[in-house]
């Protein structure tokens, strides 16, 4: 895929990203993804997503409905409150690029899902750096809630990696937005372009 199509994948998550600085910050991570990241389904054994996130681009919806998530309860002034705009900018971007190398961090796709895939994630952004906007206090914050995304699932029988709890405000959100999204009792609808198609908007 050309780095033009993969930007254009997420283009109505980007609009959620408030500064425009942080919107270019997105855009420049998500066009460096992996080629597989954009045709993949969100689980490899298929056990842990809803239907949507299965079959060919799946992962990039569960990703999208991860965002939506995020951008529905920030918007709450209750739920969003703690946050400034900047973070909840990072908290899109975090989720835009959580599961980025979640079968490794090659440009080919491995068989099976890598466990460590949140610690890789975090390290590409951070690998980034000197093509970002955002701060270096601010990168550290958004990588931090990309490596514990995974929550209380942080270790695995088949690897030794430990991963990060989530410990800071921000990260806690990533990972309960991500978990929301890995509902299977929790249903989105997406129109013909892969985009969530938000009912509110149609009345």
Same mark, same amino acid.
């Given at each position: 895929?050309?780095?033009?199509?993969?930007?254009?994948?997420?283009?109505?998550?980007?609009?959620?990203?408030?500064?425009? $600085?942080?919107?270019?910050?997105?855009? %420049?991570?998500?066009?460096?993804?992996?080629?597989? /990241?954009?045709?993949?389904?969100? &689980? =490899?054994?298929?056990?842990?997503?809803?239907?949507?996130?299965?079959?060919?681009?799946?992962?990039?919806?569960?990703?999208?409905?991860?965002?939506?998530?995020?951008?529905?309860?920030?918007?709450?002034?209750?739920?969003?409150?703690?946050?400034?705009?900047?973070?909840?900018?990072?908290?899109?971007?975090?989720?835009?690029?959580? $599961?980025?190398?979640?079968?490794?961090? %090659?440009?080919?796709?491995?068989?099976?899902?890598? /466990?460590?895939?949140?610690?890789? &994630? =975090?390290?590409?952004?951070?690998?980034?750096?000197?093509?970002?906007?955002?701060?270096?206090?601010?990168?550290?914050?958004?990588?931090?809630?990309?490596?514990?995304?995974?929550?209380?699932?942080?270790?695995?029988?088949?690897?030794?990696?430990?991963?990060?709890?989530?410990?800071?405000?921000?990260?806690?959100?990533?990972?309960?937005?991500?978990?929301?999204?890995?509902?299977?009792?929790?249903?989105?609808?997406?129109?013909?372009?892969?985009?969530?198609?938000?009912? =509110?908007?149609?009345?």
């Amino acid at each position: 895929m050309k780095k033009e199509e993969k930007i254009k994948v997420f283009e109505n998550e980007y609009l959620y990203i408030k500064n425009s $600085d942080l919107r270019e910050d997105a855009k %420049t991570l998500v066009g460096d993804l992996p080629d597989y /990241f954009f045709q993949v389904d969100a &689980s =490899s054994s298929g056990k842990y997503h809803p239907k949507y996130a299965a079959g060919d681009g799946g992962l990039s919806r569960h990703v999208k409905s991860a965002c939506k998530f995020a951008n529905e309860l920030l918007s709450n002034p209750i739920i969003g409150k703690p946050y400034s705009d900047r973070d909840k900018d990072l908290i899109i971007i975090a989720l835009l690029i959580h $599961d980025g190398l979640k079968y490794g961090n %090659t440009y080919k796709k491995g068989e099976y899902t890598k /466990f460590e895939h949140p610690i890789l &994630s =975090s390290n590409y952004a951070k690998e980034k750096s000197d093509k970002l906007n955002m701060s270096k206090e601010e990168l550290e914050k958004m990588s931090a809630a990309v490596a514990s995304h995974m929550g209380p699932w942080n270790t695995n029988s088949y690897s030794e990696v430990v991963l990060p709890i989530p410990k800071a405000p921000m990260e806690k959100f990533v990972h309960m937005c991500d978990y929301l999204a890995s509902r299977r009792f929790i249903n989105l609808d997406f129109d013909e372009n892969s985009n969530v198609i938000d009912e =509110s908007k149609c009345r």
